[in-house]
């Protein structure tokens, strides 16, 4: 008998691979071992003596009530990865924090069930061989890792995967290569929206740090360029420019660019660039440092959340049980991205920027 396609009648909930069943010798009805252990007995047990059998009844019962396992399908979704039932209203898994596919036409019956994990019926995600016998790559949300693998000490990729949210496939694997090469990969977003795109992470503390930086280098820039003393000097500049192009200085050099000017003068011309070279060095550590930062931030993030439940004390599984929802609620709650921040601080960058074309 396929016990996979079925639920415990105990508890209730889709029996996985993983589970240690219990059958029962009379009616042949499958059961969580620690169910069968709660009850002391088959859950049918006071129909055993009508000649009672648990296939004959499922078969039974999924002709008559088809109409009712369809709802059941409704309020929950199998995940992709891992093969765990979740309630339909989540979006990612709660076991291993893959995104969960939802469709409410599909049976809980694997030979239908497209979400379905790979060990299911042989194919990755329910998907049949093709081009000769070679079946497809399915997208794998967790990059390789199962969602039980140690990230940290108290941190399993499945956690980190729930804190990421968005982009975890691009994330995993980013953190993959740091823990085994200790190699990351250049963020280019982070490069070109430095700080911004570390408040969209919710890296706060060194988003908001960057971002004063960089508002900074932005406003002194134009603060320095409508001086006077810098429009003397581009002014000079310019006229030394035109003169070198037209070929009145003969045997010209870099250095005849700024002749005639003080060095109060060269000062102020200088400024500008000083600071756009500091903001392009900014700009480099944040794109080759950002996604370690991010790595460090996640696992930090984790580990207090864990911490702090941890400090509760757990008097009955019901408890446990609440604290470990608490736990997966603090975490998606903690992570993903908060698109309003990284929105407002772009719009502060760009203001700065094109502020001069509208003064």
Not at 173 to 199: C, D, E, Q
């Amino acid at each position: 008998m396929d016990f996979y396609k079925y639920k415990c009648p105990v508890c209730n909930k889709q029996f996985k691979e993983s589970d240690d069943i219990v059958v029962c010798p009379d009616c042949g009805a499958p059961h969580h071992r620690e169910c069968w252990e709660k009850e002391g007995k088959c859950c049918y047990n006071d129909k055993h003596s009508e000649d009672f059998s648990f296939e004959n009844f499922q078969e039974s019962n999924n002709s008559d009530n088809s109409g009712d396992e369809n709802a059941d399908c409704e309020s929950e979704v199998i995940c992709q990865v891992c093969g765990h039932p979740n309630d339909s209203t989540l979006f990612y898994c709660e076991h291993c924090g893959a995104p969960l596919l939802k469709d409410n036409n599909q049976s809980n019956n694997s030979a239908n069930n497209t979400n379905v994990p790979p060990e299911a019926n042989g194919f990755p995600f329910g998907q049949p061989q093709q081009n000769g016998g070679i079946p497809f790559i399915a997208f794998d949300p967790m990059a390789g890792f199962k969602a039980d693998e140690k990230i940290a000490d108290d941190v399993t990729a499945g956690e980190v995967s729930k804190f990421v949210g968005k982009n975890t496939n691009y994330f995993m694997r980013v953190f993959g290569s740091i823990m085994r090469t200790n190699k990351s990969r250049f963020s280019f977003v982070s490069a070109i929206l430095p700080g911004a795109y570390m408040l969209y992470r919710k890296m706060y503390a060194i988003g908001i740090f960057v971002s004063v930086i960089v508002i900074a280098l932005l406003a002194g820039t134009l603060i320095i360029q409508s001086t006077p003393e810098y429009t003397e000097a581009y002014n000079i500049y310019i006229d030394n420019y035109s003169a070198l192009l037209q070929g009145t200085y003969s045997g010209a050099n870099f250095s005849d660019l700024f002749s005639g000017m003080s060095s109060t003068n060269i000062f102020y011309f200088s400024i500008p660039y000083i600071l756009g070279a500091i903001r392009l060095a900014v700009m480099l550590i944040c794109g080759f440092r950002t996604n370690r930062m991010y790595y460090k931030h996640c696992i930090k993030k984790i580990s207090s959340i864990k911490k702090y439940a941890a400090s509760f004390d757990k008097e009955s599984e019901e408890e446990s049980l609440k604290t470990k929802s608490t736990i997966n609620e603090q975490i998606e709650n903690k992570g993903g991205v908060n698109l309003a921040m990284a929105v407002v601080a772009t719009f502060v960058f760009l203001a700065i920027i094109y502020m001069p074309l509208f003064v």
